[in-house]
């Protein structure tokens, strides 16, 4: 018979919890967790009787946390804490040569450079295996938490993470968004006001992906109304291609830009004023302890150390 601990802190219990506390959401969390919203509810349930009190309730459609599920929260990140922090001493007696290395991307990341290192780095290290998955922001984070990825590589500050005391980050390269046209008129202009940009239909980043989030807000805090979005599209390329072939304005990072070499009929700008952002490492403290994620990001530093990013970046796209 089953203890009341074991009920309450099944691995599945929790992990049904958090994404229900994440989501708020019965249907949406369902659907994440690849269940029937009924078995969420009857789970959900059930953790409520053995803990002895509700752990949810209802404002109209809202869904809230009671007192109790605030405290079964913070129980639940202290015990994923505690989990993660084992893994990783455990982990820091293994090979710097050996194992593996999760590492998530944000989609909207040009990934040519990030590519070419971990070719070099497979070659040096054939017993090290790399898996590189392409992410939102908030499936990064989530992945962070519960330590299902040891190294993010995304764009900072990052203003959604309030929390940032489990992490720490890494530099890559300093970054600028630039305005992307097709104007003749404008092509001579270095630098761009928000007010100044015409009126015209933009293809931009989805709206839940940081750089539509970093542009958005510029927009909003010169007051200036928010261009229209006629297509969004994940990847720099997918932008630039689609603004070429139909005359749409976009903005995009200046080290995918200055990859890209010369455009025919395709100028840019950087906005006034500028719209900086870094390109980051970002993992759970203590991760670079590991020996094969020290290694990695050792390795990393060397690979720019001898030619940089964007030197990199030109070469790459250039071949």
């Known amino acids: 018979m089953k203890s009341k601990q074991e009920s309450i802190f099944s691995s599945k219990t929790l992990t049904y919890f958090l994404q229900l506390s994440e989501t708020m959401n019965y249907t949406q969390a369902a659907q994440i967790l690849g269940i029937t919203q009924p078995a969420l509810t009857q789970q959900i349930k059930k953790l409520e009787r053995t803990a002895g009190a509700r752990l949810f309730y209802s404002v109209g459609k809202k869904l809230r946390l009671t007192d109790a599920g605030?405290?079964?929260?913070?129980a639940t990140h202290r015990i994923y804490d505690v989990l993660n922090q084992a893994s990783d001493e455990i982990q820091q007696s293994t090979s710097a040569t050996q194992g593996d290395i999760n590492i998530g991307m944000l989609a909207s990341v040009e990934d040519?450079?990030?590519?070419?290192f971990m070719i070099q780095s497979y070659r040096e290290n054939p017993e090290v295996k790399i898996t590189l998955h392409m992410l939102t922001r908030k499936e990064i984070w989530d992945k962070l938490e519960n330590n299902q990825i040891d190294l993010a590589i995304m764009y900072l500050p990052d203003e959604s993470i309030k929390n940032w005391k489990p992490y720490e980050s890494k530099r890559i390269i300093s970054d600028d968004l630039l305005f992307i046209h097709h104007d003749e008129k404008l092509s001579k202009k270095k630098r761009i006001k928000f007010a100044d940009t015409p009126n015209k239909p933009w293809v931009t980043y989805p709206v839940d992906y940081y750089l539509n989030h970093v542009m958005r807000e510029s927009f909003k805090n010169a007051m200036v109304d928010l261009p229209t979005s006629v297509a969004q599209f994940t990847t720099?390329?997918?932008l630039l291609q689609f603004s070429e072939q139909t005359g749409a304005y976009t903005a995009l990072p200046n080290s995918f830009v200055v990859g890209q070499g010369e455009q025919p009929d395709t100028?840019?700008?950087?906005?006034?004023p500028n719209i900086r952002f870094e390109l980051a490492f970002v993992f759970r403290t203590g991760k670079d302890k590991?020996?094969?994620i020290g290694h990695f990001l050792a390795q990393?530093?060397?690979y720019l150390k001898t030619k940089d990013y964007l030197a990199r970046l030109q070469?790459?796209?250039?071949?």
């Open 70 to 74: 605030y405290t079964m929260l913070d």
């Open 112 to 116: 040519s450079v990030f590519e070419d």
């Open 236 to 238: 720099p390329g997918q």
């Open 267 to 272: 100028w840019t700008a950087r906005f006034e």
């Open 290 to 292: 590991i020996p094969r």
């Open 300 to 302: 990393f530093d060397q």
């Open 315 to 319: 070469e790459i796209q250039q071949n």
